[in-house]
């Protein structure tokens, strides 16, 4: 059994933006040189997350309009209220999104559904400069 471990950088508009991050983590696998395993995919954030989904524009404006639903940026929050910061409703976002993604690795391929892409959805307030970190573990 084997572990590699890859970075992915991006820079990110923040207020939920959605960043279709499936190339570069075909990209790691691919230099890993591992064809049978598992991918995880981990994001040392607490205001974002990652997750699967089709990526086009129906299906971003709809699970930004849930997301601003079930967690509205205007509501009160006990975080805004000890660190001014405004971005409350961005960590309990994140929470319910979660920070990694597991997907099998089989003959070299992750096994992604057709129309399943990888994501990387940054709910902060302002741009940021982010890390995935990308450990594929396998022979």
């Known amino acids: 059994m084997q572990v ?3 970075h992915i950088f991006l820079s990110t508009h923040g207020n939920t933006d959605i960043i279709d991050i499936t190339q570069k983590v075909i990209e790691s ?3 890993s040189t591992l064809t049978n395993g598992l991918v995880t995919i981990f994001c040392p954030s607490s205001t974002s ?9 129906g299906v971003q404006q709809d699970l ?3 997301f601003n639903e079930i967690v509205p940026a205007e509501d009160a929050y ?3 209220e000890a660190w001014h910061d405004g971005n409350g409703h961005s960590h309990i976002r994140a929470a319910l999104l979660k ?3 597991t997907v099998p690795l089989v003959n070299g391929r992750m096994t992604l559904g ?3 892409q990888i994501v990387y959805i940054d709910f902060d307030t302002r741009p940021r400069k982010r890390e995935i970190i990308v450990q594929i ?3």
């Open 114 to 116: 057709t129309w399943q």
């Open 49 to 57: 997350g990652v997750t699967t989904l089709e990526y086009e524009p």
């Open 29 to 31: 696998v691919d230099s």
């Open 64 to 66: 930004k309009r849930i």
């Open 99 to 101: 920070a990694s993604l």
């Open 4 to 6: 590699k471990l890859n």
């Open 137 to 139: 573990i396998g022979e």
């Open 78 to 80: 006990q975080h805004d």
